[in-house]
């Protein structure tokens, strides 16, 4: 008989729970991806209404990944997790009655990522401090696939609902899972499975805290969360219009494609930690090679004009820059466990994450229009090639200089 030991059965708990939870994160937070060919070509919205709710919201998530996250480090993930996944639900929900406003409806979907953000810093920190290294990552991998079928998921309800009733089926979902968080993480806390306190910062004996994470390459990791973020994101939003517009299928064929497609990226962690595990955990080695096979993938997107070899190519692509997003949240960001700032680090690289995202977001909207899709796969070529410049180990050829000289 197979036995679990404590530890894990621990982390079985911990990790279930936040992968549920982000689960619904990524249903909602992908649901604007998913029903905007449906809402530029039945509901008469125009690419540039959709870009401003997606850069607007990429704005808010990211600014409140930045408090958040450092909230997180200080409030009881208990309560930032429910109020985030309830208040989250109620703007999403407002937000279908009020899109013939726009400046209303953008300020409110803009609320929505805000209390979205509220739910990855204090949700890394609690795996961080509860469970050992290695199931930490094995729980980050939970929620990080829950990240990525998230995606699937939202474009599965896109193509049976309209546009408007995916957002309230949102909500209601993000509803049910603030009140379970709250009862479990309850539960959790009073059954001793969840403790807080137990790592100090290392900022009031190390000289502050940016001098702690710089030692621990925050500023590199910092390209990377950016250089991720942008495809992660704001390529893997666009990709249901460029299938639709670049290569001209109907909105309904593009959402199945699309559809299709997110199940494949979903498989994206798993794939990482694979490779990563067959490179001896070589986590810089690992985001190298992503680097590296996402620019020759896009660069093959610009080039392969055939539909299916076109769409094949950019999923590589989305995939590649996804595995190396895996190895900054999976592996990178639990390892600051004894820093004492799992959340406020974590929120901070989001930040940058999603700031980038958003800045590049509108610029992409603009860019179809005026250099075109074909260009534009040259421009994501390009952002990848800089993140294999960012990725070379800088310290180990260093080192090897040292001890050489």
Not at 227 to 254: C, E, M
Not at 271 to 293: G, H, P, V, W
Request: with cysteine; aromatic share 16%.
């Amino acid at each position: 008989m197979f036995k679990i030991s404590e530890k894990a059965r621990l982390a079985i708990y911990i990790g279930s729970l936040c992968s549920v939870s982000y689960l619904a994160v990524y249903f909602a937070r992908n649901i604007l991806g998913a029903v905007s060919p449906q809402m530029i070509e039945v509901g008469g919205f125009s690419e540039s209404y959709i870009g401003k709710l997606e850069s607007t919201y990429l704005i808010c998530y990211a600014l409140g990944q930045l408090i958040n996250g450092a909230l997180g480090d200080k409030i009881k993930a208990r309560y930032m997790i429910s109020l985030g996944l309830l208040c989250a639900g109620v703007t999403n929900f407002i937000f279908t009655y009020i899109t013939g406003i726009p400046f209303a409806s953008i300020a409110v979907y803009g609320f929505t990522g805000y209390f979205l953000s509220m739910i990855y810093g204090p949700m890394t920190k609690v795996v961080a401090e509860n469970t050992e290294p290695v199931y930490a990552t094995r729980c980050s991998i939970g929620y990080t696939f829950a990240s990525f079928i998230g995606t699937p998921l939202a474009g599965v309800a896109a193509t049976h609902l309209a546009w408007n009733n995916v957002f309230k089926l949102s909500s209601v979902i993000l509803a049910v899972m603030a009140t379970l968080c709250f009862s479990v993480f309850l539960f959790f806390e009073r059954k001793g499975i969840i403790k807080y306190g137990q790592y100090k910062s290392e900022k009031s004996r190390s000289g502050g805290s940016i001098k702690v994470l710089i030692k621990h390459r925050i500023i590199k990791f910092s390209f990377i969360a950016m250089l991720t973020g942008i495809v992660r994101t704001t390529v893997t939003f666009w990709f249901p219009t460029y299938i639709s517009q670049y290569l001209d299928f109907p909105h309904d064929k593009a959402t199945t494609i699309y559809t299709v497609a997110s199940f494949i990226i979903s498989t994206t962690t798993f794939i990482a930690i694979f490779i990563y595990e067959r490179l001896k955990r070589n986590m810089d080695l690992t985001i190298l090679i992503m680097f590296s096979s996402s620019t020759i993938f896009f660069t093959a997107v610009y080039f392969l004009k055939i539909p299916v070899l076109n769409i094949i190519f950019m999923v590589l692509a989305i995939m590649s820059a996804g595995a190396a997003s895996t190895m900054l949240y999976s592996r990178y960001c639990p390892s600051l466990r004894d820093t004492g700032m799992v959340s406020g680090a974590t929120g901070f690289l989001d930040f940058l994450s999603y700031a980038a995202a958003s800045a590049t977001s509108t610029l992409f909207a603009e860019a179809v229009t005026t250099i075109g899709w074909g260009n534009l796969i040259l421009v994501w070529a390009g952002l990848m090639f800089v993140g294999i410049i960012v990725a070379l180990p800088y310290r180990s050829f260093l080192k090897k200089a040292e001890s050489e000289s």
